[in-house]
């Protein structure tokens, strides 16, 4: 009876979106364009690159390499092992939901397990810094974009610390450089790769997650443009919503608000740092067919948003 009763509102759901289309097809088509937009002037500049040299890098040993050099700072700080100051750094570079692409591959591969993957999401859930420089100074201004930039990257190390203990790697934190480059030249000859193969895996699998990206986008900009439609919330309830499904257009309407610049920057970066359901789903996507879970990001993602808003409170 409970899965007939379950069945019946998710097609009462989707027959209502449906007929949403149908009848706003006007607001719904300058949603899906105002999506395109989004993905072709943000999202694929700022990860293609960066998705593409980091299976070259995976491929060609740099994550040995850097696991060497980095593993007692990782272990130190989060009681990581060494791979994660890969995802860490890379994440940190390119934003979210790169480090679910990251920590999937080196799954994968076998330089971490399901318990630590599960771990490093927690806390490399980093929004592009160009990304919060570049957008958050023209909805709000220079000074705030920083201080947000600021306080979302000391929230996601907190959550680091919070989460240390929720899995313990092992205790290596010997240094050797020499180590380093062995295994690093050593992971470059066993896999004997040809160039020319690898850059066109990089090419194929950076694609089909961007364009997995550009769908997932697109489909909660359109979800929450029909709740905008059929709600009527005043404005500061309508952004709020909008950030929890979609963060660029919650971003976009608390820069609207008629509310002081410190409580814009309260609201820009608790946004950010939940990232919106629609990077949510965008992470569960790509870690799918894994045994990585979702429930400790999503916990994670609570905790960011309420750590970074206070500091921006207390810093602003």
Known sequence: MKKNILSIIIISILSFITIEILTSSTDILETVKFSLNIWETNIFPSLFPFFVISELLINYGFV?????????IMYKIFKCSGP????????????????????????????INE???????????????LF?????????????????LLAHYLGNIIVGIIFRNYYTSKNNTKVSIKKALNEMTKKRLDNNLNFGNVLTNAL?????????????????????????????????????????????????????LNIPLKMKSILSVMIISFGGLSVHMQVVSIISDTKIKYM?????????CSISGLLVYLLF
């Open 204 to 256: 194929n699998n950076t694609l089909k997650t961007l364009f997995l990206i550009l769908g997932t986008v697109t489909t909660f900009l359109v979800i929450t443009k029909i709740i905008d439609n059929n709600l009527n919330l005043n404005s500061i309830g309508q952004s709020i919503i909008n950030g929890i499904f979609e963060m660029t257009q919650g971003l976009k309407y608390v820069s609207l």
């Open 132 to 148: 919060i420089l570049g957008t958050i100074s023209l909805f709000l201004n220079k000074k705030a974009s920083i201080l947000i």
């Open 115 to 129: 318990k630590e993957a599960s771990k490093i999401l927690t806390f490399t859930h980093f929004s592009n810094p």
């Open 296 to 304: 400790p990001y999503l916990i994670a993602r609570i905790l960011h």
């Open 84 to 111: 994660s100051a890969f995802i860490f750094i890379m994440s940190l570079i390119s934003g979210f939901p790169s480090n679910s692409k990251y920590t999937k591959e080196l799954y994968l591969k076998g330089l």
């Open 64 to 72: 040995e390499f850097i696991s060497e050099l980095f593993k007692p």
